[in-house]
């Protein structure tokens, strides 16, 4: 049965796909695994870094598995699969953590949305990138679009989605979508992480939320997430708390 297991490395989470009879393509049960998977690891402070990855050489991830969608009506296409599965990704994009998307087969489709959710990708020389979705009658509907237009020139990205060429990964490497080529990518995606055990976990996740803000990835919630971390710290927000629960008036001070 298709799914998202999560383990753990000490600080370092590995998030795995787990349907390699079909390529790794994802399923409503995937989605919504990884969706679970994320509000766990958002809230486990052991957590450094987040490395997903798949099962299997062949391919990362094909894409949405086409049994899950092809007979869904217009309406709940739109209002289902596209906005649950934009709604999940999200969720990857704006996890708390570091994220690298370890590549070790092609990313298709929703396959190489969910590596563009990630902060960085990992690669296989021989793996390959594209958006195929025109070929079976419909768009890139989980961000291929929108936020891979901010990481790619656009000239590329009309490339794979209205001509279907594919990306090779020297060439996803050279236009910087891709960190690092690797013919073992898990070695070198852990390689990388590592490097995080040595900095400060909150200055990690600050610096990750100003980059995002500054993309505009989420900027206004972004922008307040800052901002009400630095609140917080103030005597005057733990003066308006006491105040509160003792029913007084707050004596704020500006410190």
């Not at 998030?15 to 390529?23: E, G, Q, S, V």
């Not at 989605?31 to 998977?37: I, K, T, Y």
């Not at 099962?55 to 709940?76: M, V």
Request: with cysteine.
């Amino acid at each position: 049965m298709s799914a998202i297991h999560l383990d753990r490395e000490g600080p370092l989470a590995i998030l795995r796909l787990d349907n390699p009879a079909k390529l790794n393509s994802l399923t409503p049960e995937m989605l919504s695994g990884l969706e679970a998977h994320c509000d766990a690891l958002d809230r486990d402070d052991g957590v450094r870094c987040v490395l997903l990855t798949a099962e299997g050489d062949r391919a990362f991830c094909t894409g949405a598995d086409i049994n899950a969608w092809g007979d869904l009506a217009p309406a709940d296409f739109a209002r289902r699969w596209v906005r649950d599965g934009h709604r999940i990704f999200d969720r990857l994009a704006r996890l708390s953590k570091p994220t690298i998307a370890v590549l070790t087969g092609h990313a298709f489709g929703g396959g190489l949305e969910l590596a563009t959710a990630c902060d960085i990708r990992v690669m296989a020389p021989a793996a390959t990138l594209a958006l195929p979705e025109t070929g079976v009658g419909i768009v890139p509907g989980w961000s291929g679009t929108q936020r891979l237009m901010r990481l790619l020139p656009e000239p590329v990205v009309k490339e794979m989605a209205l001509f279907g060429r594919r990306l090779s990964a020297e060439r996803a490497l050279a236009l910087g979508f891709v960190a690092e080529l690797a013919e073992d990518p898990l070695s070198a995606a852990r390689s990388i992480a590592e490097r995080l055990l040595g900095t400060s976990p909150r200055a990690t996740e600050v610096a990750k939320y100003m980059i995002h803000a500054a993309a505009g990835e989420d900027a206004p919630a972004m922008v307040e997430a800052l901002a009400s971390g630095m609140i917080a710290a103030s005597a005057d927000k733990q003066e308006g708390v006491a105040a509160f629960r003792a029913k007084r008036k707050p004596n704020f001070t500006g410190a």
